[in-house]
């Protein structure tokens, strides 16, 4: 007999729901072991779960991280974060959050974690208690004092710094310090697993009935969960005289997590934090004594009605008097362009070529466009904004696109979240198909986005139509040449020929840019990757260097020893520029979807001359691969047109750039597969 427990603990500020299918058997075996499992619950909480600042045991001076983390660079011994609630008469309800870490720095490469940065929001946040200390090896306490915190100003924010000295292997460094928010719309995200193995990880909360949070985050492993009510003394009295309090009911949790192993990286993850335990809480409502609950979430209609009245969002692009110098000195070459595209297209280079991105991302600006073009500077909502007055000024369409950018986190398009978003792009349209702009880059054509914003998934704030989107962009596409000669021992004389297009041209002239030597440049770098004695006899970029929005050209005449001479055989890799990688036949099994930014092909043609006094033996065999879903192909063949000359044709295709973790092992296969195909060798016979 099956039994379905439902345990469910439901409080005005919280929901939780765990269901567990078991048998008899099993919830008799529960039960048994409950008594235990307390225990040694209580065990660990003693040992773990109330550490005090500045004092360390040589037990864990000595520390080491077990299993499969023992070669770590740095084991964070104990990390905790409690969420209180305070309520001022004068500023309402405040969040007091009390942060403590301990972390052993093993090895040098953990050295940069000795530098620490806290920014808050000095208009709604405020640091105070903050203590550091380092624990050194043989058992030396070296304190902080105020003279090494340091406080820098960045705008609206403030930034508190510190530096622990003399850091040596085996180290533990300390800190600890209190954050008051009156912003109680967001605590700060705790994630109980991180990029080093964690002894400790523990999360505290104390909330207050009135205050309704939805969780985002992931539960965890947890030794210690306990989610209980507790009645205390707080706030705002309703119906009394002010200067009373009310026991009100809070929700109190406790959860923490022992011994988490470091997240483990896998190539091609794009938001990691998605699949680490974490807490992630943002308000959904307000219910006071005797009043009317009050949503914070509305939903998108009124979210983008909002912020097209926002002075640092709608109402910059909107309104003339924000943006009219602007206009002004972009019109002439705006209205002189013929066509949509190029007036856009003019719009976007006006604002690359005059406005400097500052290095910040956001999605409301700082100032109107017009004191943004004066200061010559602006984040990426202020240059974007610049370009959304433009376009709307020459009468084309176009609206805000929010994103969160790569490795931020997916966005949630449930709930009305402001906050997950971390930047602006410009949406429009060119013959009914979508053309994203991220102006920041003079060198970046638009129609192509910063990597980084290519997230999948937005929010264009459409006052008429508000909505979310595919960010997609065109297939990114590369072409090679390869004209190659070999001589009888074996050695090769090949000339480039390559076409680059979309980001494979923005990458190229990234690379033209930073090249030192001929070796540095585009293609030639992944050449002399596979091959490290390859000669370079000339180097040439003959088309596209300066127009961004074009393809990219290059040529290139190398000395590759892509030959080997073995008694009466030569053998010859006609691939000499990779493909793929091999980064995706990392591990057996893949715990992460594979996520790619931007559909890609490449394609590789190479004419070899038979080498003289030899005739062909061997070619690799053609093939054709199509993945299962239909997302990725890959096409090869070899033929020789007893001429003289072999011809070698290869080509792959993405399509699609999501796949889900459990179609790993289809596309690792496709993968090992065509990396057998470009390591694959041309076999001659010496002619007898």
Not at 356 to 368: A, H, K
Not at 401 to 430: A, C, K, M, N, W
Request: with cysteine.
């Amino acid at each position: 007999m099956v039994y379905l427990i439902r345990a469910i603990a439901f409080h005005p500020g919280w929901c939780f729901l765990v269901s567990i299918c078991i048998s008899r058997y099993m919830l008799l075996r529960l039960l048994g072991l409950l008594p235990a499992l307390l225990f040694s619950t209580l065990l660990l909480a003693q040992e773990y779960g109330d550490v005090k600042f500045g004092k360390i045991t040589a037990e864990d001076l000595a520390a080491m991280p077990p299993g499969k983390d023992s070669a770590a660079a740095a084991y964070i011994l104990y990390d905790r974060l409690d969420l209180k609630f305070d309520y001022l008469r004068d500023k309402g309800p405040t969040t007091i959050e009390e942060f403590h870490t301990r972390v052993k720095l093993i090895t040098p490469a953990a050295f940069d974690r000795a530098n620490v940065s806290l920014r808050y929001n000095r208009d709604v946040e405020a640091i105070s208690g903050l203590k550091a200390v380092i624990h050194l090896p043989d058992g030396e306490r070296i304190k902080l004092s105020g003279k090494d915190f340091i406080r820098e100003r960045d705008g609206d924010y403030n930034t508190l710094k510190f530096t622990f000295p003399q850091v040596t292997p085996g180290a533990v460094i300390e800190y600890t310090y209190t954050q008051r928010s009156e912003n109680i719309l967001i605590p700060t995200r705790f994630a109980f697993q991180r990029d080093v193995p964690v002894r400790w990880s523990e999360y505290t909360a104390f909330v207050p009935e009135y205050y309704k949070y939805v969780s985002l985050g992931i539960s965890g492993n947890y030794v210690v969960n306990d989610v209980k009510t507790t009645r205390k003394p707080w706030g705002p009295v309703f119906r009394k005289v002010p200067t009373a309090h009310e026991r009100v009911a809070h929700q109190d949790i406790r959860w923490a997590m022992q011994d988490v192993p470091a997240f483990e990286y896998q190539p091609y993850t794009n938001n990691a934090t998605d699949y680490l335990p974490r807490v992630r809480l943002q308000l959904q409502s307000v219910n006071y004594p005797g009043e009317i609950a009050q949503p914070v979430f509305s939903n998108w209609k009124e979210t983008v009605e909002n912020l097209t009245d926002h002075r640092n969002f709608g109402r910059a692009y909107l309104n003339r008097s924000n943006y009219k110098q602007v206009w002004e000195a972009a019109e002439p070459a705006i209205s002189a362009a013929e066509g949509v595209q190029a007036r856009i297209d003019a719009a976007y280079r006006y604002v690359c070529g005059n406005l400097r991105w500052n290095g910040s991302t956001s999605i409301f600006g700082t100032d109107s466009p017009n004191q943004v073009l004066e200061k010559g500077e602006g984040n990426s909502a202020d240059l974007n904004l610049a370009l959304l007055a433009l376009l709307h000024e020459a009468g084309i369409p176009a609206y805000p696109l929010l994103v969160s950018l790569r490795d931020q986190g997916s966005p949630v398009e449930i709930y009305p979240i402001l906050t997950q978003f971390d930047h602006l792009l410009v949406y429009t349209e060119v013959e009914g198909q979508p053309y994203l702009l991220d102006a920041n880059n003079a060198g970046r054509p638009p129609g192509l986005p910063r990597e980084k914003a290519l997230n999948h998934r937005g929010w264009v704030a459409d006052p008429a139509h508000p909505r979310w989107v595919d960010v997609f962009v065109p297939q990114a596409k590369q072409i090679v040449m390869a004209h190659i000669g070999l001589d009888e021992a074996g050695a090769s004389q090949i000339k480039i020929e390559s076409k680059l297009n979309s980001y494979y041209a923005l990458r190229g002239r990234q690379e033209l840019s930073r090249m030192d030597s001929p070796l540095d440049g585009p293609l030639v770098r992944e050449i002399v990757a596979g091959f490290p004695e390859t000669q370079v006899r000339s180097h040439e970029v003959t088309h596209g260097v300066d127009d961004p929005s074009g393809a990219l050209g290059i040529t290139a005449e190398l000395d590759v020893p892509a030959g080997m001479v073995a008694d009466d055989y030569l053998y010859l890799q006609p691939v000499v520029i990779p493909l793929l990688d091999d980064e995706l036949d990392d591990v057996e099994q893949r715990l992460y979807p594979i996520d790619f930014p931007y559909p890609w092909q490449v394609n590789y043609i190479a004419n070899i001359k038979v080498p003289e006094g030899y005739a062909v033996e061997e070619l690799p065999a053609s093939v054709r691969l199509r993945s299962a879903d239909g997302g990725m192909a890959a096409f090869y063949s070899a033929s020789d047109d007893a001429n003289g000359t072999i011809s070698i044709v290869f080509r792959v295709n993405l399509d699609q750039t999501v796949y889900p973790a459990d179609a790993y092992p289809m596309l690792r296969d496709m993968y090992r597969r065509i990396i057998e195909l470009q390591e694959a060798t041309i076999v001659f016979r010496r002619a007898k």
